[in-house]
């Protein structure tokens, strides 16, 4: 069993941070790439930013400079630092972590957090 618990998510004013934390418990295993995405009212899912098991990173275009995500291998948890947020960031955000079990990967999702950017 794997449950992936999200944290960090509230209101901001435009120009304001958050910081979104995930941490995966559960059976012993193997994490491979772990990232975050988001779904604004009304449109598509989309990735926000990705970091592999190396910490080689990803990043949407339109949070590049702004967002960082990292990653604690020790306490399974990535988090995503989100400074100089806009309105357009508003969304539920998702974090994913790929395991390994059994020699295959799967894709566990998080229960989705609300970052609201707003003046």
């Known amino acids: 069993q794997v449950q992936l618990v999200e944290s960090g998510g509230g209101l901001v004013q435009p120009g304001g941070s958050l910081r979104l934390s995930c941490a995966a418990s559960?059976?012993?295993?193997?994490?491979?790439?772990m990232g975050w995405y988001r779904q604004a009212p009304g449109k598509q899912r989309e990735l926000v930013a990705v970091?592999?098991?190396?910490?080689?990173?990803n990043y949407a275009d339109s949070v590049k400079g702004r967002f960082t995500i990292s990653r604690d291998n020790a306490k399974n948890t990535v988090n995503l630092q989100m400074n100089s947020l806009k309105p357009e960031d508003t969304a539920v955000y998702y974090c994913?972590?790929?395991?390994?079990?059994?020699?295959?990967?799967?894709?566990?999702w998080g229960q989705g957090t609300q970052v609201t950017v707003s003046s």
């Open positions: 970091i592999t098991s190396g910490g080689t990173t």
């Open positions: 559960g059976s012993i295993f193997t994490i491979n790439a």
């Open positions: 994913s972590v790929d395991i390994l079990q059994y020699s295959y990967s799967y894709r566990y």
